[in-house]
């Protein structure tokens, strides 16, 4: 059925006429009026919304690109030796454990001999990109400081930072192959230590205090122009204020073996001092009032706590001693001994040529400290001009009231040797030489070499007394009382008798008399015999030892040459 046409509508067709025209009739055309299209446009501020959703993204993406753009600091450029584990993208750049940037790139550098790391900072940060900033990478290191970077092992390296306190701005660096071992604003006080030795101390060594680990070593600088090591450690708070003007240092290293006149002597600190090396430190008994010392003081490094903690010597004196026997035993260091009181050590010895008695004296010259005679030293004091005419005209009356120098044993089981300066009883008179570099004090042969002259005078007066000859003439005696003995009365005979008897055993005593000491097995003889051969040997060494310095006097500073190979002969000059 087909729709209804609506009249009005200008398309719709035209209705047919009541009364149709005929067939031969003319049609007649009426044009049919078009009705104009209504053209409706579009409002543009309309948009579709088919895209809200690329307007969001591009929203968003660009409110991003600002929030990197304002939180992205500068861009800086670190040299490494090596980029083992830095990755780019992913390695942390850190800051006392708190993430201030990351690593963008990894190159080498034109001379393929460094590594450029390209660090973003974060904006936050910024201020941290001066000029003694400092960069390292931690890992796990192994040290004598001890084991650091553990925490790597699961969360990979990163880069360590140090900020700085410069002005000025940098955006290049130069890493640290090492990580500080002090940083900035660390709480503590740094000193410095003047040392002859570094012995086994290295960066990281402890320093103690009562067996205490309180700081540590972070840097050593050797001075060429004054020859001195300058030891620089770190005393952690609050044990900086242990340290004070009186406060005395040495060399905790290994193990303190001491074998001497006192004994065996064995002192350390810790294993790990023995292993990796360290500092012990001590205040003075009295010192404890003390203000702390300020930062950066001066201190010397003692070799050992002895010679740290003991009293002030003052100036040294020098003095010679020339010993007309042999030395074995005598070393520099040597302890110089004053009734009990070490006052100084042997400093050289040197083998000298008398050519007027064809003989080699041994000069020895040593450091003294009058300072540790006390009162004494005072009271000499008050009319000196100067302490050193004092300590002069001190050791000049000393040695006029009988002061000489002496080689005494120290040690039964080394055979080592020191200088006794002491009163010799009926000493020959005698005055301190002088000298323009060192008074000579007069010496007196030492106890052992008086003891071995006088074994052998006793062994050669033995030798000496005719135990054979006196043999005889008592036997003879004793036949002729027997016989005269026969011709007495019973009376007489039972005297004579008792008196046989006596001389019986008078004879017998005799007879072990002669066999003890005229008996090749007795041990008389065996004794006498083992001195006197003792006493060849050492001569004949001493001998030995004349020629061989004559031949190389050099060896007394050098030390004897290594003796040659088997099979190849020394050329005799």
């Not at 770190?234 to 004994?263: K, M």
């Not at 002030?312 to 035993?329: E, K, T, Y």
């Not at 008179?429 to 323009?436: I, M, T, V």
């Amino acid at each position: 059925m087909a729709d209804p046409v609506d009249p009005k509508d200008p398309a719709a067709p035209a209705e047919p006429p009541l009364n149709p025209p005929a067939a031969d009739a003319p049609v007649e055309v009426v044009p049919i009026a078009i009705a104009e299209p209504v053209i409706k446009r579009k409002n543009p501020a309309r948009l579709s919304l088919v895209w809200i959703v690329p307007l969001v993204a591009v929203i968003i993406g660009a409110s991003l690109l600002i929030t990197s753009v304002l939180k992205a600091g500068p861009r800086v450029t670190i040299e490494f030796h090596t980029a083992e584990a830095l990755e780019p993208g992913k390695t942390e750049v850190r800051y006392k454990e708190v993430t201030v940037g990351r690593v963008e790139t990894v190159s080498l550098s034109e001379d393929r001999k460094r590594v450029l790391v390209g660090v973003r900072l974060n904006r936050s940060v910024a201020n941290i990109a001066v000029e003694d900033t400092n960069f390292w990478v931690v890992r796990p290191r192994i040290g004598a400081a001890g084991i650091s970077g553990l925490n790597t092992l699961l969360s990979g390296a990163y880069i360590g930072v140090d900020a700085g306190t410069s002005n000025k701005s940098a955006d290049h660096f130069v890493g640290l192959e090492a990580p500080p071992f002090v940083l900035r604003g660390e709480s503590g006080r740094s000193f410095v230590l003047r040392a002859h030795d570094l012995g086994s101390l290295d960066v990281g060594s402890p320093v103690y205090y009562r067996r205490t680990r309180v700081g540590r070593v972070v840097g050593y600088t050797l001075d060429p122009k004054n020859d001195i090591l300058a030891v620089q450690i770190f005393i952690d708070s609050p044990y900086e204020l242990l340290v004070t003007q009186q406060a005395r240092f040495w060399n905790a290293s290994g193990l303190d073996l001491t074998l001497n006149a006192s004994g065996l002597t064995l002192n350390t600190q810790t294993l790990a001092s023995v292993i990796a090396g360290g500092i012990a430190f001590e205040r003075l008994p009295g010192a404890e009032a003390l203000p702390p010392a300020p930062p950066n003081s001066h201190f010397f490094l003692f070799t050992d706590r002895k010679t740290a903690l003991a009293p002030p010597d003052g100036p040294p004196l020098s003095i010679r001693m020339v010993f007309d026997q042999s030395v074995r035993g005598l070393s520099v260091g040597a302890a110089i001994d004053f009734l009990g009181i070490d006052i100084g050590t042997v400093q050289s010895m040197s083998l000298q040529y008398d050519a007027g008695r064809k003989r080699y004296p041994m000069e020895v010259t040593a450091e003294i400290y009058p300072l540790r005679l006390g009162a004494i030293r005072n009271a000499m004091l008050q009319d000196a001009i100067t302490a050193e005419d004092a300590d002069i005209r001190f050791l000049k009356a000393l040695v006029e009231n009988g002061l000489r120098g002496q080689l005494r044993t120290a040690n039964l089981l080394t055979g080592a040797q020191y200088i006794a300066l002491d009163f010799i009883p009926k000493a020959t008179p005698a005055h301190l030489g002088a000298s323009h570099d060192a008074p000579l004090v007069p010496t007196v042969p030492g106890t052992l070499s008086e003891l071995q002259p006088q074994i052998a005078e006793i062994v050669a007066k033995i030798s000496k007394v005719p135990f054979d000859e006196i043999g005889r003439d008592l036997q003879g005696t004793l036949r002729q009382a027997q016989a005269s003995i026969r011709q007495l009365t019973p009376e007489a005979q039972q005297a004579l008798a008792e008196v046989q008897r006596t001389l019986s055993s008078v004879q017998e005593s005799l007879n072990r008399l002669d066999r003890n000491l005229l008996d090749e097995t007795s041990p008389v003889q065996r004794n006498a015999e083992q001195t006197l051969i003792e006493l060849q040997r050492a001569a004949q060494s001493l001998r030995m030892l004349s020629d061989y310095l004559q031949r190389h006097p050099e060896s007394i500073l050098r030390g004897k040459k290594a003796d040659p190979p088997l099979g190849s002969q020394e050329k005799v000059r």
